[in-house]
């Protein structure tokens, strides 16, 4: 089944630098790619999504990049802010096979801490 | 705000006895996910329910058990409470226009005494 490894397990950033967290998935019909962010006491809430078609998605401070041969994709975020500190975790699903069910594999999720 | 809502927040239970936990998903939204999330890890996929009928299990035992109803809000029984079951209980619900995205509720945080 699909495995995703996601790293750093904790990040600290100064206030206005950049973040980058990376995961791996094994499996290479995955084809949808969600990052949720975590705060503490929440559930996991979608900030952005890629699909296997697109090599890169971007949102205001936050992009998305994509590389399907290497199997890994990316999570920028941009001009940190102190709001921004959280748990972020990447996941992996395959979309198509739907009667098994859209599950999400989750990597084990990086600390964002952003220091002002 | 995902609009997805689950109850209750906190529950206390001892080792052997049974719990349901329930989520109502989004208003339009058909299709329910529930996944578990121990302390310090990711979600793990424990079912998934489309117009009330099982569409996907993960490495769970049958002790896990769910159901779906018309209105499509779900419900996890868990039969036989163990120890290890102390986690976060995560309901996401997808549907409407986007079949693809899992909006997710805070959660029934969960602990086995």
């Known amino acids: 089944g699909e495995n995703v490894e996601q790293h750093p397990s904790t990040l600290s950033v100064q206030e206005g630098d950049s973040a980058v967290i990376k995961c791996t998935y094994s499996?290479?019909?995955?084809?949808?790619f969600p990052w949720y962010k975590q705060e503490l006491g929440k559930g996991p809430q979608l900030i952005i999504d890629?699909?296997?078609?697109?090599g890169e998605k971007k949102d205001q401070r936050i992009a998305v990049t994509l590389n399907k041969t290497a199997k890994h994709f990316s999570l920028h975020i941009t001009e940190t802010q102190p709001e921004d500190s959280a748990v972020y975790f990447c996941?992996?699903?395959?979309?198509?096979?739907?009667?098994?069910?859209?599950?999400?594999?989750f990597g084990a999720g990086t600390i964002l801490r952003v220091k002002s | 705000e995902t609009g997805v809502t689950q109850s209750p927040t906190h529950l206390i239970k001892t080792r052997g006895q049974q719990v349901t936990l329930r989520c109502s998903s989004q208003?339009?939204?058909?299709?329910v996910s529930w996944y578990q999330q121990a302390l310090g890890q990711g979600p793990q996929f424990i079912f998934q329910y489309y117009r009330e009928e099982e569409n996907g299990r993960g490495n769970f035992p049958p002790r896990f058990s769910g159901l779906q109803f018309p209105n499509y809000s779900s419900e996890l029984n868990v039969n036989a409470l163990e120890l290890d079951d102390s986690a976060l209980y995560l309901c996401?619900?997808?549907?409407?226009?986007?079949?693809?995205?899992?909006?997710f509720g805070p959660g029934t945080r969960l602990t086995v005494l």
């Open positions: 996401a619900s997808t549907g409407g226009q986007n079949t693809d995205t899992q909006y």
């Open positions: 208003s339009g939204h058909n299709t």
């Open positions: 499996d290479s019909a995955s084809n949808y």
């Open positions: 996941a992996a699903s395959n979309i198509r096979v739907r009667e098994y069910g859209n599950k999400l594999v």
């Open positions: 890629i699909r296997s078609n697109v």
